[in-house]
């Protein structure tokens, strides 16, 4: 049975920093690009950022692009968000997700297994 159990949010004051774990367990975690994903209320879900198996590869979304880093240890099957310089704007629930397949990295239809998802609350 795969799980994703995302961890480290919170609430902080723009400028600040957040450090997303997310844990994945039932799955070969090298055979499986991840992605974070966020969702605001009356939003649709979006992609922040996505890492092929390797991490040799990066997505980004342009509204995070020069302040989050997604980076990845296949030893400890983690993959992390790094959340610099937080604006109110990223206030969102943060998902983790893996994806199996070949097809768009940053695309939601690409991902199968999904995290139940941080809140992450940025105030002004």
């Known amino acids: 049975q795969v799980q994703l159990v995302e961890s480290g949010g919170g609430l902080v004051q723009a400028g600040g920093s957040l450090r997303l774990s997310c844990a994945a367990s039932?799955?070969?975690?090298?055979?499986?690009?991840m992605g974070w994903f966020r969702q605001a209320p009356g939003k649709e879900r979006e992609c922040v950022a996505a890492?092929?198996?390797?991490?040799?590869?990066?997505y980004y979304g342009d509204s995070v692009k020069g302040r989050f880093t997604i980076s990845r240890d296949n030893a400890k099957n983690t993959v992390y968000l790094q959340m610099n310089s937080l604006k109110p704007e990223d206030t969102a629930v943060y998902y983790c997700?893996?994806?199996?397949?070949?097809?768009?990295?940053?695309?939601?239809?690409?991902?199968?297994?999904w995290g139940q998802g941080t809140q992450v609350t940025v105030s002004p």
């Open positions: 997700a893996a994806s199996g397949g070949w097809a768009g990295l940053s695309l939601l239809s690409s991902y199968t297994y």
């Open positions: 039932g799955l070969t975690f090298s055979s499986y690009r």
């Open positions: 890492i092929n198996r390797n991490g040799g590869y990066t």
